[in-house]
């Protein structure tokens, strides 16, 4: 495909990166005030923040902070450090850690895929810091991994001093940055994502509910967790997929298990009413060939270096129109990710986004003739261009 057809679809196509702060506020109805300190409507797929209130405002997260705890241990599991099976000998630490419980044994054994479920269904905390000693041997350590991990994801308003969410002055996080965490564990690992969906678990001849009430409300609701504290009031963070659009709604502060499960609704509910969501191109996918000078190839292939995706409000997507220019005269060597070019998304005349254009391979030096031949017409191109 050539520059010029590319742009063609392009205008087609790409209506895609825009925030849907840029469309004008009568376009749709406004977003539902909640009964909650703070809330945050993300997409997971683009990432797009939807529907926000005080979404970067500290707050305590109460058993919120388990999805860390959970997101660490699977993402141990994924790297080979822990297993599955492997037996975890409980701590007399962890037997006495109060509040919500697995209610596992001190001296003996169960495996990190029981302590798994009992985190993410039970939301245990002898569970938690069962997994946390097996980790990294200390919860103080534990932590510690748990904040490099938040540097890592980009979580600019949390800082965690245990893998509970039990009380501590330090130990905060904000609607926003658990958006962002759970869009981590839904695409990161989709696998373990699956027990977030399970109504209950069974251990210790006690069988425990899922406490996140949506999952027996909305048969679209699949996660993610809860969390309760009298300094937290009732927090929760859930995702549900209709007709492909997958959401994260996000709830802080509400004033009891029923109203948080009903303010997430409305949040839910409004967002699959109102935008859609679609995926044009992928990363890495070839969607033109820009001329090279002096390369042991005259062409190199453009692509995108993230996913072509947009949350927009419904209907917007025809008012959209972009285009794409290449730097001019591309001379070899070119490496493999080099930014090449721009695509700029426009709403009328002006620009809501734009996107790097990069080389999807490399292009090494040509042999001495072809540089000094592409260097005789760059001359003469200068002279009349």
């Not at 002006?350 to 030096?365: M, P, T």
Request: hydrophobic share 45%; proline share 4%; charged share 20%.
């Amino acid at each position: 495909m050539n520059i010029t057809t590319f742009a063609k679809r392009l205008c087609l196509l790409v209506p895609l990166l825009l925030s849907p702060a840029a469309f004008a506020v009568e376009m749709m109805p406004s977003p539902p005030q909640l009964a909650a300190k703070a809330y945050v409507l993300m997409d997971a797929s683009s990432g797009n923040v939807l529907v926000e209130n005080n979404g970067d405002q500290r707050l305590p997260p109460a058993s919120l902070t388990k999805l860390m705890t959970a997101y660490i241990a699977t993402l141990e599991i994924r790297r080979g450090q822990i297993g599955e099976s492997d037996p975890v000998t409980v701590s007399e630490n962890a037997w006495r850690t109060g509040g919500s419980r697995m209610f596992i044994k001190v001296g003996t054994q169960v495996t990190v895929s029981d302590l798994l479920h009992g985190i993410i269904i039970q939301s245990g905390n002898d569970a938690s810091v069962a997994v946390a000693e097996h980790i990294a041997g200390s919860e103080d350590a534990f932590a510690d991994l748990m904040n490099k991990t938040v540097a890592d994801l980009g979580m600019t308003n949390t800082h965690f001093m245990n893998p509970t969410g039990l009380p501590n002055p330090e130990h905060y996080s904000s609607a926003h940055d658990m958006a962002v965490l759970a869009r981590a564990i839904i695409h990161e690992d989709p696998a373990h994502y699956a027990i977030y969906s399970q109504k209950e678990f069974f251990w210790n001849g006690i069988k425990q509910p899922n406490r996140n009430l949506l999952l027996w409300r909305d048969k679209t609701v699949d996660g993610l967790k809860t969390g309760h504290t009298d300094e937290a009031g009732y927090c929760m963070v859930s995702s549900a997929v209709r007709d492909g659009m997958r959401l994260i709604a996000v709830v802080f502060g509400t004033n009891s298990e029923v109203a948080r499960a009903a303010e997430t609704q409305k949040l839910l509910t409004y967002g699959f009413r109102f935008f859609e969501t679609q995926t044009f191109y992928q990363k890495g996918a070839e969607l033109a060939q820009a001329p090279v000078w002096k390369g042991s190839t005259n062409q190199v292939k453009a692509g995108l270096a993230e996913d072509l995706t947009m949350t927009l409000p419904k209907g917007q997507l025809k008012k959209l129109a972009a285009s794409m220019t290449m730097n001019p005269q591309l001379v070899a060597p070119i490496a493999k990710g080099d930014v090449i070019g721009k695509v700029e998304v426009k709403l009328d005349d002006k620009v809501v986004h734009s996107a790097d254009l990069i080389a999807l391979d490399g292009v090494e030096e040509g042999g001495i003739f072809r540089r000094m031949w592409d260097s005789i017409r760059l001359f003469f191109y200068g002279l009349f261009n």
